[in-house]
């Protein structure tokens, strides 16, 4: 089974790419922070990450996923984010790497659980907000290379996934994941390494 992590800052087109993925016949396996967020929302709590346990919440539900996604059908299954990108939120936000995440973060290392290959979606030049997106495109940028930087120092490839036309960019998603000789496949990772958690 290859699980491939597809990631990216908010607002970068990630969700219509796999969408097509998955009409496409991929296997999704889906983004756990916006659901944290829309369930506590809907509880009234209108900034759930501001909570202590936001970060913990997220790693809870994506490890469940990623564990339950084990017997959905398909060779590739496709993530849409994974605790690394959790890792980085937190390193965002200012918050410590709890307990909970540090376990995570060292089960997905142990057992190789993801691909070393992250399919990194760059920003449009631009961010729409939503109710679960209230970010700055300048926010949205640092965040991008916080993201970079956490996949990096966990010895992770980021490839770049740049923006343009929703056909191209699904095409490049595909043809990395279809072609795993591909020379960007094979680049060295990318970023600034983040501290030690």
């Not at 790419?17 to 496409?24: G, K």
């Not at 913990?56 to 084990?70: H, K, P, S, V, W």
């Not at 059908?73 to 790497?97: E, H, K, N, W």
């Amino acid at each position: 089974m290859k699980r491939y992590i597809l990631t990216g800052t908010p607002g970068a087109g990630k969700t219509a790419i796999l969408r097509h993925l998955e009409c496409d016949g991929y296997t999704v396996v889906e983004e756990a922070a916006t659901d944290v967020i829309a369930l506590r929302q809907a509880q009234g709590d209108p900034e759930p990450w501001t909570e202590p346990s936001f970060v913990d919440a997220i790693t809870e539900l994506q490890r469940r996923r990623q564990e339950q996604a084990a017997a959905l059908p398909g060779d590739v299954q496709i993530y849409d984010r994974s605790p690394v990108c959790t890792y980085a939120l937190a390193t965002f936000l200012g918050r410590p790497v709890t307990p909970a995440l540090a376990r995570e973060l060292e089960r997905i290392r142990a057992g190789r659980v993801y691909e070393r290959t992250v399919l990194l979606v760059r920003n449009l030049g631009f961010v729409k907000a939503t109710d679960a997106r209230l970010i700055t495109f300048e926010d949205a940028l640092r965040f991008e290379q916080v993201h970079e930087a956490a996949y990096a120092s966990l010895g992770y490839t980021c490839v770049p996934i740049g923006p343009g036309a929703l056909p191209d960019r699904i095409s490049a998603v595909r043809k990395l994941i279809e072609d795993p000789s591909s020379p960007l496949v094979t680049a060295e990772p990318r970023g600034p390494r983040l501290g030690a958690w």
